[in-house]
């Protein structure tokens, strides 16, 4: 008898005392509290604190607040992209594949599942952020969260990610995507 493989679990599969450090270290180059941060990025205080100090595994919602309030790429605080991290959120999960940069912008391109059923909000991205979806399968609602797009597959969504923003699985099918962010350099 087979049993079905464990759902992932909410958070990352990278050392969280790396992201820790991490976070640690762009918040104090800045300047900022951690209560300041905790509290710009909607997060507990505590959460925060056992993000930093590499004792909590944060979900891909609460590393996208934080980074965000930072200014910089969920890539800034994970590993080397060429370990490929995978971050899980409440219904996506998101594998890094690259990171690339040119004159004018940073770009991270991650292959993204979304699992049907509840979807998941996501806070704003930094100003002028993007958002690019491609499905390849399945149907996905995604897109600022008071006025959502819809793409089956074949399809290509876009949005400006600096206000919350949302996915969700249209049906039973989970969606397989590919998601590139585009963070404009200041």
């Known amino acids: ?28 180059e800045r300047g900022i509290s951690l209560s300041t941060l905790a509290r710009l990025a909607g997060v507990g205080k505590a959460t925060l604190s056992g993000l930093e100090n590499g004792t909590r595994n944060p979900t891909l919602e609460t590393l996208w607040a934080v980074t965000a309030q930072l200014g910089v790429p969920l890539t800034a605080v994970l590993a080397e992209p060429a370990a490929g991290p995978t971050v899980h959120g409440s219904a996506v999960t998101a594998t ?22 509840p979807g998941q909000l996501s806070p704003a991205h930094p100003a002028g952020v993007t958002e690019h979806v491609t499905v390849f ?40 995507a590919s998601l590139l962010l585009r963070y404009p350099r200041r």
Do not use: C, K, Q
Request: aromatic share 6%.
């Open 1 to 28: 008898m087979s049993h079905p493989p464990p759902a992932p679990r909410p958070g990352l599969d990278v050392d969280p005392a790396v992201v820790g450090r991490r976070v640690r270290a762009l918040r104090e």
């Open 137 to 176: 399968a399945g149907v996905l609602r995604a897109g600022p969260a008071d006025a959502p797009l819809t793409a089956p597959a074949g399809g290509h969504l876009r949005w400006v990610s600096d206000v919350p923003h949302s996915y969700a699985a249209v049906g039973d099918e989970e969606v397989a």
């Open 96 to 117: 890094l594949l690259e990171v690339f940069t040119d004159t004018d912008a940073t770009y991270e391109l991650y292959r993204m599942r979304v699992a049907p059923g």
